[in-house]
């Protein structure tokens, strides 16, 4: 959603960064790019008039002239006050309240309400390991109450049974006494929404607030909304009092006006946002987090955490001391794929490391077709157990089996294996490596030209490079040109097309990292 923004406040910031001193005409005419590039990406201008006005009263002070980097300095006072507009602190939904906690989930029609109401139960079920019902209240939109019960099934949590004829706060009230007989500790209520405001709409929620007296009400906005989204929270506040918002789409196309001025316009945090389709794709909104994405700084604890959440520990302990051993086979390398899959793919993950924008661009250029994942499973799959533990038996009448039961053609099938081959050769010099007491990098220093004696020291001004988002100059030797060993351009010379050389083990020969068909 953010990533227009990021080009555009990436590339104003980058050039105050490269001067050595800056004047108050330098930070002004900055100032004047980072309006223009809020307004165009749907700021509210009451947002962008008193932020840029912050910026730049701190910008051309005291703080910046005493700086040995203004900068560097600038930069951080716009990341400090990007970090105050979308709230300073993380707040998540509050459950200090005696059991059944009422939540009261509001929205116009269509801004996804029941789905978010699903996925915040399993996330409480799951995560927070509370006892949670479920309670349509909506008695106006055609088989709304069904798609509850029929999300309840999906993520495996309680709906309240349906009844036909009764009102939103008849429901609401039995719903509230199911939850305590049952022994509930929430009780979500997904209410009825419309096309547009109206005081029919709102009448009925002010009606089913003052009946269950909730300990939260979530407004769900559809973030592609732009600044309609702030008109809708502002009457929904005025009319029943929200107490947080679930932004949706998240991971749309939208330009992040909504969410930047979400929380500076109506005053209210923003709780939860959906980055989307699957039931776990809500996460919790950290300011800080999303301003280091907006300014290209990565979000390497969002990484962890997802990482964390979508691996097995003790499988992937046991998958490293396979490859240790040397015993890295077919089936590893499927759980490579599903588990690279279930964190977003390559893309999903290189926007969570900081100082890749620039990386990405180059991505981006040149087609990469993450759809392989899926085409390189599927190959796996086709093949009998005895082959994947050893791929050596597969000569050319059985490619010509897995081909066609994969809906794939040989040549895939060998780029597959000599990928699986690389990668296995890579573990082997990184265990052999371990066991000699060199440390496992030494084996991999080996693996990418350092001659073995394991990677070499970066510089300081290297790395600062690298958090602006571009490639770094003065590398040793074994980053030739500024790039990559063996690459071009700063890409991994394992990128068909984007550079020579020898592959890497795992990074040039991964699949999908070439061109679409």
């Known amino acids: 959603m953010f990533d227009t923004l990021t080009d555009r406040l990436s590339g104003i910031l980058d050039r105050l960064t490269r001067r050595g001193a800056l004047t108050e005409a330098d930070v002004a005419e900055a100032m004047r790019e980072v309006r223009r590039a809020l307004l165009e990406a749907d700021v509210a201008l009451e947002v962008v008039r008193s932020f840029v006005d912050r910026v730049k009263e701190r910008a051309v002070g005291v703080d910046v002239v005493k700086s040995v980097t203004p900068g560097q300095m600038v930069v951080k006072i716009v990341h400090d006050e990007l970090v105050a507009m979308l709230g300073s602190d993380a707040q998540g939904i509050s459950l200090a309240a005696a059991a059944p906690v009422p939540i009261l989930m509001v929205g116009l029609q269509g801004s996804g309400k029941t789905t978010s109401t699903a996925k915040i139960a399993r996330r409480l079920t799951q995560r927070d390991k509370r006892k949670v019902l479920m309670a349509s209240l909506d008695t106006r939109r055609p088989a709304a109450m069904e798609q509850l019960a029929t999300l309840g099934k999906q993520t495996e949590v309680a709906t309240l049974p349906i009844v036909a004829g009764q009102t939103a706060v008849q429901i609401a009230r039995r719903a509230m ?37 909730p300990h939260e009400v979530l407004l769900v906005v559809d973030a592609l909304t732009g600044q309609d989204a702030v008109t809708t929270a502002r009457a929904f506040d005025q009319a029943v009092g929200v107490t947080g918002i679930v932004l949706t789409r998240v991971d749309g196309d939208g330009r992040g006006g909504a969410a930047l001025s979400m929380r500076a316009v109506t005053g209210k945090p923003i709780k939860l946002v959906g980055t989307g389709e699957r039931f776990d794709a809500v996460d919790e909104f950290h300011p800080e987090r999303i301003a280091n994405r907006i300014l290209g700084m990565g979000d390497v604890v969002a990484l962890v955490e997802k990482a964390a959440a979508e691996i097995d520990a003790e499988k992937a302990a046991k998958t490293a001391e396979r490859m240790r051993k040397g015993q890295f086979d077919l089936n590893d390398l499927k759980d490579q794929l599903q588990q690279m899959q279930r964190m977003g793919g390559m893309s999903g993950v ?30 796996i799959d086709s093949m009998t157990k005895a082959e994947r533990a050893n791929p050596d038996l597969l000569k050319a009448s059985r490619k010509k089996r897995v081909a066609a039961g994969s809906g794939t053609k040989v040549e895939e099938i060998n780029k597959l294996l000599k990928m699986h081959r690389q990668m296995a050769d890579m573990m ?15 084996g991999l220093g080996a693996a990418l030209g350092f001659g073995g004696g394991g990677a070499p020291a970066i510089p300081p001004e290297a ?13 040793p030797p074994g980053f030739p040109g500024g790039g990559f060993p063996g690459g071009a351009g700063g890409l991994p010379p394992g990128f068909p097309g984007l550079g020579g050389g020898p592959k890497l083990p795992g990074l040039g020969g991964f699949p999908g990292l070439g061109k679409k068909k």
Not at 197 to 205: G, R, T, Y
Not at 350 to 360: D, I, R
Request: glycine fraction near 14%.
């Open 177 to 213: 006494e199911a939850g305590r007989l049952g022994g509930y500790d929430v009780v979500l209520l997904d209410t009825a929404g419309r096309t547009t405001l109206d005081e029919a709409l709102m009448a009925e929620v002010v009606e089913v607030k003052t009946i269950t007296n």
């Open 350 to 379: 290189m926007s969570l490391l900081p100082g890749v924008a620039n990386l990405k661009k180059q991505m981006a250029g040149a087609n990469l077709d993450e759809g392989m994942f899926k085409r390189q499973a599927a190959i």
């Open 428 to 442: 082997k010099m990184m265990g052999k490596a371990g066991k000699s007491g060199r440390g496992p990098l030494a």
């Open 463 to 475: 790395l600062d490079d690298l958090k602006k988002g571009k490639m770094p100059e003065g590398l």
